[in-house]
């Protein structure tokens, strides 16, 4: 298991339930079963609290306008959605109880603070979050492991954001600016302070997002730049390019799921339902198999066949003792008996050591 591990399989799956449990912690344990239910690894929320994340007069994404009540303020709908803490407590020891992880994204101090009480092993932190240098240092003095979202940012700025990770997992008490995060950064503990504790994902914040702006090659440059593991929240519709993620070597996959696209909330049109997210697990797990352990050995399953489907000399008709080898009596066929076919232009002129009958093979 790497140092920097997001789990035990090749690819940790995030069911990522956000908002889509509407406010009601009934229909959030509905959503945690069906993330258990179809082998996801983890099931995640977001932890906020209105008032601390937008003013009263911020509008909503256009996504929202046209997924939400218009004439309902951002605000308005974010209070709507929240859940408490009592009831995140609730949901933690019911995903304890179901077998898989709770997860949360957390969008102000205070609720990375309750995280880290409440025992969970990672932080996840959205797009949004990247420029929120208050958060990402709370976060990283937790001491917890972040899975970062990288969607909107470019490399200068997910570079920035690392920066206070770093400093923050290294300095308990000193006195944060932009000179001492960039120091961190640059310093060979912070370097492998970031290996041991980040994972980055690569993402395209729009809803659903667009095929032409996903751009999965992204992962590589987040990956070629900051040497870390990379992984992709998918906004797309469907599951194509979270598989395709997948075999693109993302260590997470994180995918929206909803009981149903037709529900109101922002975020249930970009998301999949339950036989959806079954079936992206099941295609991401034999993806994970069949990326197999690189290199190119000969597998197991092939072996038996390398005689049956290669060839070996033979005579192409009847040889006498001492005639020449020639392209119209020398002939590569099925099956690999005994002079790989590799060696004909060898054997070309050649006086033959002894008879030959047709489609006997040519001994080494």
């Excluded at 009540?69 to 009831?87: G, N, V, Y």
């Excluded at 290294?170 to 994972?199: D, H, I, N, W």
């Excluded at 993402?203 to 730049?225: F, G, H, Q």
Aim: with cysteine; net charge neutral.
């Amino acid at each position: 298991m790497r140092a920097n591990s997001t789990a035990c399989r090749p690819v940790y799956v995030i069911a990522e339930i956000g908002v889509n449990h509407n406010g009601s912690l009934v229909l959030a344990r509905q959503l945690v079963e069906v993330a258990a239910a179809a082998g996801a690894d983890a099931a995640k929320f977001q932890i906020f609290r209105a008032e601390n994340l937008v003013t009263t007069s911020a509008p909503k994404a256009g996504y929202q306008l046209s997924t939400t009540d218009q004439k309902e303020s951002q605000s308005s709908m974010l209070k709507r959605l929240e859940l408490s803490e009592a009831d995140f407590s609730n949901l933690h020891a019911f995903c304890n109880k179901i077998g898989i992880e709770f997860l949360a994204s957390p969008f102000d101090p205070a609720s990375v603070n309750f995280l880290a009480h409440l025992g969970v092993s990672r932080l996840k932190l959205g797009s949004g979050e990247i420029t929120n240098a208050q958060l990402l240092l709370t976060a990283a003095r937790s001491g917890l492991p972040v899975i970062l979202s990288t969607g909107m940012s470019s490399l200068d700025e997910v570079e920035d954001a690392l920066g206070v990770l770093a400093f923050g997992y290294l300095e308990a008490k000193a006195a944060p600016c932009m000179a001492a995060f960039r120091e961190a950064y640059e310093s060979e503990a912070g370097r492998s302070m970031l290996q041991r504790r980040v994972t980055l994902l690569h993402c395209t914040t729009e809803y659903p997002a667009p095929l032409k702006d996903v751009n999965l090659r992204a992962m590589d440059a987040l990956r070629e730049s900051f040497g870390l593991p990379v992984g992709y929240s998918d906004h797309t519709r469907g599951t194509a390019v979270s598989i395709a993620a997948a075999a693109r070597g993302a260590v997470i996959i994180e995918k929206h799921v909803t009981l149903d696209r037709n529900m109101s909330g922002p975020d249930h049109r970009a998301s999949i339902e339950p036989a959806e997210l079954t079936q992206m697990v099941v295609a991401i797990r034999a993806v994970e198999l069949a990326l197999g352990p690189g290199g190119k050995p000969i597998a197991p399953s092939e072996r038996n066949n390398r005689e049956i489907a290669r060839r070996s000399l033979v005579a192409a008709k009847d040889i006498t003792q001492g005639e020449a080898f020639t392209e119209d009596n020398l002939a590569a066929r099925r099956p690999c008996h005994g002079t790989p076919a590799m060696a004909y232009f060898d054997w070309l002129g050649r006086p033959a050591p002894r008879s030959y009958l047709k489609d006997e093979p040519i001994l080494p």
